[in-house]
């Protein structure tokens, strides 16, 4: 991260709309190899009352990123470095007790696969009350059941099968029941991890109008982390595009869509089928993602890079402004004294 | 004759509160039950018939006369044709009627294994409790240490258990805690005293007493019952702690407990109401083929603290050459044991709200 | 470009490395790379086998490691580990001239002092004989002539000493030791008997009928390991085929043979094999067979899933479409992929057998009496516990390691074979 990125991100945070800001996020994992960067000083603000696509290959660490902005990251991994500012406190420093009553109440997170995020041996009733209940020691358990109840019929699931058990729900329904886990206490920010991945087209569409409404009605801020750019493309307002561990171009959507500024990111819209190309014209992106272990010097994304110059080997970028609000971290866009020698 | 009383109980209240669902899974359960004891008992009779031994000589020893030789053959009806004498052996395991005892007062063995039965659930039972509850506290307790000390103790805990003869922890305890320091009674199930006072109706100690309001007696069997309990419990408690561990640790993986903890849900009721009673269901799926090692630890429990319970019958029945006794009691384990997996699956079908029936 | 796994770890590349790599090596460099592969506790396999080998050698020449025959009387009944027996032994006092009885060749008559009504007064008397027909034997000159002096208690036979009324004193070592303390100026001599056989002591003390525990231990190996591996071998050699066979043909002759060794299964082992002994008599060989009954659906059962799955497989598709006859696509196809999952389990079988065998013969069926087996020591040293703590400690022990030594190499190997499994 370079100086100016973070004068940058500063006076975005000092506009006052950012709800969440990441500042310099590291996490590592240690393995066997050694330790491996999943998350590699990524600074991310988001606003509130957005809708922010979360994008990248499989291993690229978004979904590290998610559970690191939960403070989840359980061993072998651990954050190594940087802030978590929400609501005007680094979650960096507060307690695990501290944490716990922020999770579930204040930070939502809805999981990939809704048929194994419930307890099978609990109603779903009880998932809803033992999440209120805990953070709200006072709400008798009958209001508690009344809130459960008005959530569920929000949500579009009768309420009488509220005492049913989760392997009763389809997919679907499901997912619905996650969400209305991570609104029964109206947090204020909910991360969905990969969360229409499980569910067939036409439920994944219906749960996207389902999370446009909730966001109007709920006043949310939800962080959608997928591989799918057409979920992204559906439903967000700004997109952030990861490679490798860091952050790779920040933009809103039709300025990462359309005006495309990295490679990689060129090179992800191009990989996405298309009904009005005919198959053949389908690009495949050349070489593999990294292995986070021997990730190469200089732009990690070099090594596959179609637009690829001496200095992108020797020294890494920075993710920059391009045009206001549209960052990409890559040399094309950036000055440097073209041999790259310093 | 009390019989198998605790499971029938409890299926017996499953049955009365339980949906009309859930009634008629215990009915079909029951029906395929029974396949089971048959096969069992026709084990037990083939294989004891199809040993090449000859029943006859190792009743009656070698010395026997040719004329009381005959006498007994021809009273066991082992002259008949083996099918025949099968469903004979069938009929009387319906009817329960099992035969005369060949040695003593010659007693009906229903009688006799009717009191004898009792005093090995009050062994077995306290037992799988021991072994259960220590089973569950600890493997989650080595669950959430996983890799740490508490871990690698209990592991080791639980290997050496299992490899320990359950005969010699019954001794080891017995010196120790009889001979040595004096604070158990050295074998048995009751003082001579108290058994005088103490009316017998279920043969069940603890409720006897308890019915009459026979304090002393009550203690005086819950302090028998320390020792035996014990050895048997800890064999088995290797066992459970094993499994609780492997299961937790499963479970403690699982999505629902991250999203549990995502939803600030408490360390202590993630690990216990979310891992735990996930955990449990195969525990229990497996209890069923640890009845096997709880009958078989009995037989030697029994022997080692003098338990007038069915593996000392077996055992002193065996030694007295009383063949029909020896088939009876083993026929008597096999629906026991029967019934006791009917009872697992039942409780099974309670716990898991996945099981359909 | 589109992924549809889910691939969250970071470094997917590392476990795919050894699960490749342990494809294709050999069972040595299995054992030896496995704790650099996925930290298998591969010390647990080297500890347990050395355990096995070291009981294996004991089982093989016990002859070797048994100081005495375990069948013969070698010493007094319940010495405890340790203790020298007791014996006859001569007192002196410090500053005397004698070392022992051979030294009392004087013509007068040695006074030595003696308790009434003890054998100590008969035991200087043989011993005096003894050298006195020795000496006379090798042609020599001198007699002993002992004059025994008969007091009432130890005090005053060894008063009588320290006044120098009497020359030395015969006692036995346990009375001495006890008084010992009283009498500074006193010594013990040794026995008064030359004939040494029971001065010796004895690692683990003897039993009931004067038999060396600790050879007793060392012979039992022998039957221990005989009883687990011949059983678990006889079950291997009836279970394996007839899961084979049943996993093959499928239909209904698997779905009786499966309802019959789910039974057997069922079934609390030691119970029936308590049933087969009872009727085939007590021999080693009905033992073994009893126990090999109990086993034979573990076998049984592995093999017939194993089988049920390679069925399956494409190989043996293909064999079957170029029509390969039943048994060969049985024998060299299937078997061999069925092996080393069967392999694992017969160590853990042989510790199992092991065990079920020292509780048959603890209930005093299946071995005849006074055959060295620990579970008959412990069996017969029970009644003892009062008075006798080792008879029940030690055989316990010896149990216990073997089967632990089994059990351990089993799950070692079982950790080796199936890494998957190496947290359960």
């Known amino acids: ?57 499989s291993g690229c660490g978004k979904s590290t990123l998610g559970k690191a902005m939960m403070r989840m990251i359980s061993p072998p991994g651990r954050i190594t470095q940087g802030e978590l500012w929400f609501a005007g406190e680094d979650l960096m420093t507060v307690s695990e007790a501290q944490m716990r009553e922020i999770r579930g109440a204040r930070l939502g997170m809805v999981f990939q ?64 029941i996650m969400i209305a886990l991570a609104l029964a206490l109206r947090a204020d920010l909910v991360i969905a991890d990969e969360p229409t991945t499980a569910l067939d087209v036409i439920v994944e569409a219906q749960f996207l109008d ?26 967000a307002d700004r997109v952030a595009v990861m490679y490798a561990g860091r952050m790779a171009e920040l933009g809103s959507v039709d300025e990462v869509f359309l005006d495309t500024k990295h490679p990689y990111g060129q090179g992800l819209l191009r990989a996405v089928p298309n009904i009005e190309l005919d198959g053949s014209d389908l690009y495949q992106m050349e070489g593999a993602p990294p292995n986070l272990l021997h990730t190469p010097s200089g732009c990690p994304f070099h090594p596959r890079c179609p637009h690829v110059m001496p200095i992108c080997s020797e020294r890494e970028p920075a993710f920059a402004e391009v045009t206001p609000g549209h960052r990409a971290s890559c040399w094309l866009f950036q000055e440097h004294d073209g041999e790259g020698e310093r | 004759m009390v019989f198998g009383v605790p499971a029938a109980l409890a299926l017996l209240w499953v049955f009365i509160r339980g949906s009309e669902a859930l009634r008629r899974y215990i009915l079909t359960r029951i029906a395929l039950t029974l396949p089971m004891v048959l096969i069992l008992v026709s084990v037990v009779f083939f294989v004891l018939r199809v040993m090449p031994g000859d029943v006859v000589s190792s009743t009656l020893g070698p010395k026997a006369s040719e004329e009381v030789r005959e006498n007994i053959i021809e009273s066991l009806g082992l002259d008949d044709p083996l ?132 304090w002393s007696a009550l203690l005086s069997v819950l302090h028998h019952m320390i020792l035996p309990t014990l050895t ?54 497996v209890i069923g083929l640890q009845v096997a090692i709880l009958l078989a630890g009995a037989v030697l429990t029994e022997t080692v603290f003098n338990w007038p319970g069915m593996g000392r019958y077996l055992i002193q029945r065996i030694s007295a050459r009383d063949f029909q006794a020896v088939q009876s009691t083993v026929a008597v384990f096999a629906m026991f044991v029967a019934l006791i997996s009917l009872a697992v699956d039942v409780i099974y079908s309670v716990l898991d709200p996945r099981v359909k029936y | ?228 591996f011949s059983a678990a071998i006889a079950s291997f050699v009836l279970g394996v085929p007839l899961g084979l066979i049943a996993g093959f043909a499928g239909g209904k002759l698997d779905r009786l043979m499966t309802l019959v060794m789910d039974s057997i299964y069922a079934f609390p082992g030691l119970i029936l094999a308590i049933a087969i002994t009872a009727v085939l008599g007590p021999s080693i060989v009905n033992i073994i067979v009893a126990i090999a009954v109990l086993y034979i659906p573990t076998y049984y059962r592995i093999v017939r899933g194993q089988t049920l799955s390679a069925k399956e497989e494409l190989y043996v598709e293909a064999a079957k479409s170029l029509g390969a006859r039943s048994r060969v696509i049985l024998g060299r196809y299937i078997f061999p992929n069925v092996i080393p999952s069967v392999a694992v389990i017969f160590s853990v079988n ?35 516990i009062r008075s006798a703590w080792w008879l029940i400690t030690f055989p316990g022990l010896a149990v216990m390691l073997i089967v632990l030594a089994f059990t351990m190499m089993g799950e070692g190997l079982v950790e080796i074979f199936n890494p998957k499994l190496r947290d359960r």
């Open chain 1, 1 to 57: 991260m370079t100086q100016d990125a973070i004068a940058a991100d500063r006076s975005s945070v000092a506009t006052g709309d950012v709800l969440y800001s990441i500042r310099d996020l590291s996490v590592e994992y240690g393995t066997r190899a050694g330790e491996v960067a999943a998350v590699d000083r990524v600074s991310l603000d988001i606003r509130k009352g957005e809708i922010l696509g979360l994008v990248g290959e």
């Open chain 1, 113 to 176: 696969d809704p048929m194994t995020s419930l307890n099978p041996l609990s109603k779903i009733v009880d998932h809803l009350t033992e999440t209120i209940t805990t953070h709200e020691p006072s709400v008798s358990e009958a209001a508690a059941r009344d809130r459960a109840e008005q959530l569920i019929g929000r949500l579009g699931l009768r309420v009488e099968r509220i005492d049913d058990y989760p392997h009763q729900f389809s997919g679907g329904m499901r997912q619905r």
């Open chain 1, 210 to 235: 389902l999370l446009r409404e909730l966001r109007a009605e709920f006043d949310l801020t939800i962080i959608m982390i997928t591989h799918n750019i057409g979920v992204v493309a559906e439903v």
């Open chain 2, 83 to 214: 099918i025949v004498q099968y469903f004979k052996f069938l009929g009387d395991v319906v009817t329960l009627d099992l035969g005369d005892s060949f040695i003593g007062a010659r007693r009906p063995i229903v009688d006799e294994l009717g009191e004898r039965l009792p005093a090995t659930l009050e062994l077995i039972i306290p037992a799988a409790i021991v072994a259960l509850g220590t089973g569950l506290l600890f493997g989650t307790f080595a669950a959430v240490r996983r890799k740490r000390t508490a871990d690698y103790g209990l592991r080791l805990y639980s290997v050496i258990v299992y490899s320990m003869p359950i005969f010699w922890l019954g001794l080891l305890l017995r010196l120790v805690f009889s001979v040595w320091l004096g604070w158990t009674p050295i074998a048995g199930r009751i003082d001579v005293v108290a058994n005088t006072t103490l009316e017998r109706t279920t043969n069940l100690l603890t409720v006897d007493s308890i019915i009459s309001g026979n």
């Open chain 2, 232 to 285: 048997l419990g800890l064999v088995l408690s290797g066992v459970f702690i094993r499994l609780t561990r492997i299961n937790v640790i499963e479970t403690l993986q699982e999505d629902y407990v991250i999203s549990a903890r995502a939803r600030g849900i408490r360390e202590r009721v993630v690990t216990y109401s979310y891992a735990l009673k996930n955990a449990m269901i195969p525990v229990v799926t």
């Open chain 3, 1 to 228: 470009m589109t992924d549809h796994e889910n691939l969250e770890t970071p470094a997917p590349a590392q476990v795919a490395d050894w699960e490749l790599e342990l494809q294709k090596v050999g069972f040595v460099r299995r054992v030896l790379r496995a704790r650099k592969w996925y930290r298998a506790d591969w010390w647990f396999v080297v500890i347990s086998s050395l355990m096995v080998v070291g009981f294996l050698i004991i089982a093989i020449w016990p002859q070797w490691f048994a100081p005495h025959d375990p069948l013969e009387q070698v010493g007094p009944r319940l010495l405890s580990p340790g203790e020298l027996p007791e014996s006859e032994v001569l007192i002196l006092p410090e500053d005397s001239p004698f070392g022992g009885i051979a030294d009392f060749t004087r013509d007068e008559r040695i006074p030595v002092a003696v308790m009434l009504d003890t054998p100590s007064s008969e035991a200087a008397r043989d011993e005096a004989e003894r050298v006195t027909d020795e000496i006379a034997a090798s042609g020599g000159e001198g007699r002993i002539r002992l004059q025994i002096m008969r007091f009432e208690s130890i005090e005053e036979t060894l008063d009588a000493v320290v006044s120098g009324e009497a020359t030395a004193a015969v006692a036995s070592s346990k009375t001495f030791a006890a008084a010992a303390a009283g009498y500074p100026t006193l010594r013990n001599a040794g026995g008064v008997s030359s004939e040494a056989q029971d001065t010796t002591s004895f690692i683990l003390g003897t039993n009931q009928v004067g038999q060396d525990v600790l050879s007793r231990l060392i012979w039992g190996a022998r039957i221990a390991i005989i009883i687990g």
């Open chain 3, 350 to 384: 042989v510790a199992d057998a092991i065990l079920t065998g020292a509780g048959l013969s603890f209930l005093g069926l299946g071995l005849p009496l006074d055959t060295p087996d620990w579970g008959i020591d412990l069996a017969r040293g029970q009644e003892f």
